[in-house]
Each structure stands twice: as C-alpha cells, then as structure tokens.
C-alpha cells in the first residue's frame, strides 16, 4: 500500500515522462514538447493537467485513440490564416506548432488565427497564450472537448468544458494569463476530488433528474451515460446567469468546430455509434495580435500594467488582505514548486508504478 504523498524534483518528473513518451513511440523532440507541457501544468499548480494526465496519454496511444507520431497537415492557408489536419496526433505538439505559426503570422501581418480538427487533448489551454506573450505578443487559444456541460435549463452533458486562455504581456514580470473552463468545475477537478476521496460541492454538477452531484465516482461514471453534466459559469438556470457560462462553452465550440469544419458535441465522446473507441477529434482554435501594430509596446506594457496594479490596489472585502489578477497565483507557483518538488498522491503513484513496470523503466525517485 501507497502511504501517502510525496514530492518529485521537477527535472526527474520531466526527464521520467519525456522517457514515457519516447517508449510508447512518440519522436525525442516532441517527447520533450509534450512532457513540458505537463510540467508546465504542475508547476502552476494545476494539478488536473499534469503528471495525473500521463496515464490517459498512454492508455490512449496504446487504444489507438490517438497517435503517438504526429501526421501535421496544412490544409488552407492565407498570410493570416490557416487551417490545419492533426491526423489524431499528440495534442501538445500540434498546439505549439498551430501557435507558433499564429505568432510568425503576427509577427509579420499584424494578426494570426490557426483553426485545427482532428486533434487531442492538449494539455493546458494557457500554455499557448503564453507562447505569444514570450515573444511580446498578445496571445488566445480555444478548446472544444468531449461533453460534460449542459445547456442552461437542460441536464444532458452536450458541450465540452470549453476552456478560454488570453494572456498578454505587463511591465511586471507577471503577465495577464486568463486560463479557465466555461463550466463551474472541469472533467479533470473531478478526477481530482475522486483520488482524493472529497466530495464535490453541491451546484457544480447536476443529475439527469435536476438533482445536484455530489460523489465525484458516481459523477465520473454517469458522465459518459448522459446522466450527469457538469454546470456552466454561473450554475443552473438564469439567476446567477447561467446563461453566459453557457454562451461562452458555445463561442468556444464554434471557434473549434464550424471554422475547420470539425467534429462538436456529441461527435467528441470517443466513441462511435457501436460503443468502439475511436479518436476524440478535438478542435482548437489560436490567435496571435501584434501589439507593435496599434501602439509601441513598452506603451501597451505600462497601460496594462496600470490596469492591474489598480485592480489589485482597490478596496478589498473585509478580513481580505489581498486582491489577485489572473495568472498571479499560478507564477508565484512556478516559483515554489520547484523547490518543493511536484506533488504526486498515491493513486497517481500507483500508475506511475504500472507505467514503470510496463516499459522497464527504473528512476530514482521512491515511490
């Protein structure tokens, strides 16, 4: 029996699923992108997405859900445009190529925007707003996924969790990084609270009955049956405008669906009409905006610098002693997690222990 958590040096977590990776067939180069995608989850505390997301990789290259070599095609293509075919490929890698090739499209014009079907899960959405505030710009990536949300007055899980990631850069060393789902709770906080054997709050998930979830298990298991759904920004019906959450799950499928002419809603559960496993087909969506062609950008900088500080320098709600602004919270992470290392709980350590053993690997970590 698993005791109990333990930490993880980052470089040893890293260099353990990048080995993962190249063993189960994905190319040394695009191991190293799709573990620093995972680590990048973890170092900003976003467990859901990091080395708790290994195992799914690996059982669904093994499945034959996705592909671990990654088939990139240009299909359409204009100076600011571009559509692009992932072929079932690894999510993580075609994401930082379909953004870099907004970046370099901004970089030159002004604006780029890739739309791309046939895709999988690609780790954070915020990773690929960072990529274009690295290099100055201001950066947006979308993501369908397979369906959890219901629609406002509705229970059956139709739209993905739907994230929205904007990020630009500051005149601090912390840029503006939005990053979150369209729902209350995504699929994987879920699979969080059920390793951890913690009950979910009532108003985040609702049953086929109109009933609030509370058992992450049960929740899991009803997903795929249509007999749980997650609820949107905002909970159920109108009163605290449940509506926009919904709206906004819905401004995000039409971004990764309608513009590349991808799969969407029911189309995303994994399975076909006979109940077979087959690829997930995830749509996305980046854009890229160059500052420098509406205002020079120590300018830009300083302004939304300004905006910030003002925000957090506002009147704050008794017993509070500190306002936040998006992204805050996860870059002081970056900056503790590596002296801690990555926490790993037992049940992740089980499948860390399964995956070793499969592959022969052997690390130094004890686990």
Known sequence: MIPE????????????????FTKIGVPANEAKICADVLIASDLRGIESHGVQRLKMYYDRIKTGQQKAVTDFEIVRESPTTAVVDGHHGMGMVIGTRSMQMAIDKAKQYGMGSVAVRNSTH?????????MAINQGLIGMSFTNARPSISPTFGVQPLLGTNPI??????????????????SIIQRGKVEVYNRIDKPIPPGWVTGADGKPMTNAAEILAALPKDKAALLPL??????????????LATIVEILCASLQTGAYLSDLLGFDKNGNKQPFMVGHFFMAINIENFVDLETFKKTTGDILR??????????????????????????????????????????IIAIQKELGLDYPFQI
């Open 5 to 20: 958590t333990i930490h993880v040096p980052v470089n040893t977590m890293r260099q353990f699923m990048e080995e993962v």
């Open 122 to 130: 690609f780790g954070i959405d915020g990773y690929y707003a960072r």
């Open 165 to 182: 990631a904007f990020g630009a850069p500051t005149d601090e060393d912390c840029p503006f990084l939005f990053d979150a789902a369209t």
């Open 234 to 247: 905002g909970g159920p019906g109108e009163e605290l405008s449940g509506y926009k959450g919904y709206g």
């Open 310 to 351: 003002t925000l957090r320098e506002s009147t704050k709600v008794p017993g509070e002693d500190r306002i936040y602004t998006a992204g805050e919270k996860e870059y002081e992470l970056e900056h503790i997690v590596p002296l801690e290392g990555i926490a790993v709980v037992p049940s992740i350590q089980k499948d």
